[in-house]
């Protein structure tokens, strides 16, 4: 017989959980300097860890940082003091690896939010925050995550980048009162 609705919820938290546990205490430290540090940011992914850096990027723009997300209309060229954050889950993708290829030609430092430390893009990367979840590259096999395919690291994401958000909103001396100013109001 199945697992029950709440039995599969809490089996993917403690997962989630797990993954978090696996991550050393200032594993956020560099992806954090590396962003204070930036004059702007561009931030890219695909599918779903596309949407989390999306919200990522949001949250950058909250807290008064110069922060876009690739492919809008209103992304800026980066350049020199820029930073180019991207999610490669499984190690490798043309598209995040062709883009860096371009920050980097450009003078802006890249980041790779990634698993799989050991792949083309983390090697070539400035920083690599590693989030030790199963994505797609490695979702065959023995002990898989009750999640699909790569969505322990996708909902990892999320859960990483907002510990990243509070750490940066110490720093920048924002509170949530100073977040909300900058929240749309057209919704």
């Given amino acids: ?7 599969t919820a809490h089996r993917a ?3 989630l959980g797990a993954v978090v546990d696996r991550m050393p205490e200032s594993a956020i430290d560099p992806l954090m300097q590396a962003i204070l540090s930036a004059k702007r940011m561009v931030l890219h ?5 596309g949407l989390q850096m999306r919200g990522l990027a949001m949250r950058l723009f909250h807290m008064g ?4 997300v690739w492919g809008d209309m209103s992304m800026p060229p980066l350049s ?3 930073l180019l954050i991207v999610a490669v889950g499984p190690g490798h993708l043309v598209t995040a690896e062709a883009l860096m290829e371009v920050a980097e030609a450009a003078g802006a430092k890249t980041a790779v939010v990634t698993a ?5 893009a983390p090697r070539r990367a400035d920083v ?8 797609m590259a490695d979702d065959r096999g023995g002990d898989l995550s009750v999640l699909p395919m790569g969505s322990l690291f996708e909902v990892s994401q999320m859960l990483v980048f907002e510990m990243l958000v509070l750490k940066l909103r110490d720093r920048l001396g924002e509170t949530a ?3 909300r100013r900058r929240h749309t109001n057209l919704e």
Avoid: K, W, Y
């Fill in 1 to 7: 017989m199945a697992d029950s609705f709440a039995e």
């Fill in 177 to 179: 009162e100073t977040m």
């Fill in 128 to 135: 690599v925050l590693t989030i030790p979840a199963q994505t």
């Fill in 80 to 82: 020199d003091g820029d």
């Fill in 45 to 49: 992914g695909l599918g779903r860890e």
């Fill in 65 to 68: 940082l110069d922060a876009h």
């Fill in 116 to 120: 799989q430390p050991q792949g083309p």
């Fill in 13 to 15: 938290l403690a997962e």
